[in-house]
């Protein structure tokens, strides 16, 4: 029983392409979130969703577009793929959005190269 | 701004404790969360924080000093499996992790 599962795990692409990734969870959360892992390891939260609604938009080029069609999925959608994106793309969820005891599960992560 | 700070790398023996050290610096604060992360795979909840003091569960405690803005996962019996990259991150007034680059441990027979 996957709680949180993405598709593909590996995806390589040349540059200019456009790729989708996609998430969803089985544990009836409010909440989503798409993580980039860049190779130094920081994790940045790029987009939060709660309830379908986009609630964290960070500073991300309008390249990137999630889609929620329903609160157990967040795929995203990344158009004119660019050398920089590679990286891996972690998806999340949690119960509630305003809850500070707010434990994340991730997904396996999809590892993104860009030729 | 906002930062998280904890070593790049620590190297202990098995059998052994260690303590994983973090500070930070956020816009306002909700709790502090540690996280592990095996090479290769995802994150994986470890611990929060949001009063001063120590929280055990089992062979890992965490502690937290909030006017300090510190925290530290002590680590204790250390098995050749905890070897990982540990990661702190605190909440911010808007729910939002902030989070650390992550201290990989090396653990040594």
């Known amino acids: 029983d996957t709680a949180v599962s993405q598709t593909p795990k590996y995806l390589v692409t040349q540059m200019g392409n456009d790729k989708s990734i996609k998430c969803e969870q089985n544990?009836?959360?409010?909440?989503m979130y798409w993580y980039k892992q860049d190779s130094k390891k920081f994790l940045k939260i790029m987009f939060s969703?709660?309830?379908?609604?986009?609630?964290i938009n960070e500073t991300v080029p309008n390249r990137f577009s999630p889609k929620s069609p329903d609160k157990a999925h967040l795929n995203l959608h990344i158009n004119s793929l660019e050398l920089g994106d590679s990286a891996v793309y972690f998806c999340?969820?949690?119960?509630?959005?305003?809850?500070?005891?707010?434990?994340?599960?991730f997904g396996p992560g999809t590892r993104l190269t860009v030729l | 701004g906002q930062n998280i700070d904890q070593p790049t790398e620590m190297t202990a023996t098995e059998g052994a404790i260690v303590q994983i050290n973090c500070t930070y610096q956020?816009?306002?604060?909700?709790?502090l969360f540690w996280y592990q992360q095996h090479a290769g795979e995802a994150p994986t909840f470890l611990s929060y924080?949001?009063l001063d003091g120590l929280e055990e569960k089992g062979r890992f405690s965490s502690f937290l000093s909030r006017s300090k803005g510190y925290s530290y996962l002590l680590l204790k019996e250390l098995q050749m499996k905890d070897s990982a990259s540990y990661l702190c991150?605190?909440?911010?007034?808007?729910?939002?992790?902030?989070w650390g680059a992550g201290t990989k441990l090396i653990i040594k027979p």
């Open positions: 924080n949001v």
């Open positions: 991150a605190s909440m911010d007034s808007n729910y939002q992790l902030i």
């Open positions: 956020t816009s306002g604060f909700n709790g």
């Open positions: 999340a969820s949690s119960q509630e959005w305003s809850d500070s005891y707010n434990e994340q599960f």
């Open positions: 969703y709660n309830n379908k609604e986009l609630i």
């Open positions: 544990l009836g959360h409010d909440t």
